[in-house]
Structures are given as C-alpha cells and as structure tokens.
T-cell receptor, first 115, second 113 residues
Framework: DSGVTQTPKHLITATGQRVTLRCSPR?????VYWYQQSLDQGLQFLIQ???????AKGNILERFSAQQFPDLHSELNLSSLELGDSALYFC??????????????FGPGTRLTVL | AQTVTQSQPEMSVQEAETVTLSCTYDTSESDYYLFWYKQPPSRQMILVIR??????QNATENRFSVNFQKAAKSFSLKISDSQLGDAAMYFCAYSQAGTALIFGKGTTLSVSS
C-alpha cells in the first residue's frame, strides 16, 4: 500500500459526459501528479500541483482540468468525454518540489471506460 | 526535451535465472533521477529501484540492481534469481528534482518455471 488513495476504482460512462476523479496523497506529501495510461499513448504526464498551486502541465487536453484543495487532496475533471479518453488514470504524490528522495508514490488508479 | 527508450517490448526468463532489461535516455541536464517501476497484472505502479545521477555507485535493492552508465545515458535493470512474482511490465523513468516522470514504453517480462 503506497498510502495514496484514488476513487473510484472503476468508472463507466457515455460519450459527452463529465466525470471527476479523486486523489488523496500520502500524509505529508505536498505534490500531486496526474498521469494517463492508455494502450496507444503509454504513460503520459497530465498535470502537477504543489501545495494547492498548479506547478506544471503536460499533455493535458483543454477538456480536462484539475485542482488541489487546502487539505491537499486533488480532483481531475474530464468533460465532453470521447471514446479515446478511456484509460487508466493514476495519481502520484511526492514530498515536494525539489525535496526528499524525489520518489513518486502511485495510487491504484481509476479505470475509466467511455462507451 | 528528455526522452526515455526501452528497446525490448518483451523479455522472458526462467525461474532462478538472471535477466537484464535495457533503458536509454536523452537529456542535456547533469542532475536528474532515474527509476524502474514494476506494473503487475493488478496495474499498481510499484517503485523497484532509483538512481541519482550524481552518484557513481550503482543502486541495489535485494535481487534488483542497475547498471548506470551516465556518459552513455544507459540505465539497465538486472533481476537476479528471477521468481514467478517478477512477471510484470517494467517501466524505466526519468525525472529532475520535483518534476514529472517521463516514462519509456515498457518491457513485458514473463517468467517460466
């Protein structure tokens, strides 16, 4: 158990819909990262938050957005869903930006299926 | 931009044998971190081993060790005394301090008895 929790574990929805994925980082970790794992694109970085502020953006679509709350949990919002958004979405956390051992600890992921 | 390349989509090994997974990366930075993650059928991402670029000594964690060649930008993973539970997808990853991981495409390792 990495200490990172993600809900829900599985999500099945229809095209055009909007969903919210939730992540709680390890206790004491200030950085949260979101990654997408799909068959054709592999593991891709989406976005990073550090202590409530957006830190870096990767290959995140404009239909996707995220935020990190004062209690440090984070949510990834996916809207106007398309079939190609079906993937495994991981949240990872680390101590901070530029601190600690730089390890990222991954949650179990949310499997999103868009029908 | 930094890139990570894993040239072996699939590898196989017999129980108790040794296998080496290859990884090369490209960066112009001198200070960075390299990782190997294991993803078993459960899909959980598990950190296997990490290497700081400024350390010349190769990292070792029990049966797992790396061969870090900084000049060649190579970071291979050696698994000794392979076990059935080692069967998984293995990802090589690169990052700088406090930044996102850049992953290779992965190597699927199968272990036979």
């Amino acid at each position: 158990d990495s200490g990172v929790t993600q809900t829900p574990k599985h999500l099945i929805t229809a095209t055009g819909q909007r969903v919210t994925l939730r992540c709680s980082p390890r206790s004491g970790d200030l950085s949260v990262y979101w990654y997408q794992q799909s068959l054709d694109q592999g593991l891709q970085f989406l976005i990073q938050y550090y202590n409530g502020e957006e830190r870096a953006k990767g290959n995140i679509l404009e239909r996707f957005s995220a935020q990190q709350f004062p209690d440090l949990h984070s949510e990834l919002n996916l809207s106007s869903l398309e079939l190609g958004d079906s993937a495994l979405y991981f949240c990872a956390s680390s101590v901070g930006a530029g601190q600690g051992t730089h390890e990222q600890f991954f949650g179990p992921g949310t499997r999103l299926t868009v029908l | 931009a930094q890139t990570v390349t894993q040239s072996q989509p699939e590898m196989s090994v017999q129980e108790a044998e040794t296998v080496t997974l290859s990884c090369t990366y490209d960066t112009s930075e001198s200070d960075y971190y390299l990782f190997w993650y294991k993803q078993p059928p459960s899909r959980q991402m598990i950190l296997v081993i990490r290497q700081e670029a400024y350390k010349q000594q190769n990292a070792t964690e029990n049966r797992f060790s790396v061969n870090f060649q900084k000049a060649a930008k190579s970071f291979s993973l050696k698994i000794s005394d392979s076990q059935l539970g080692d069967a998984a997808m293995y990802f090589c990853a690169y990052s700088q301090a406090g930044t996102a991981l850049i992953f290779g495409k992965g190597t699927t390792l199968s272990v036979s008895s």
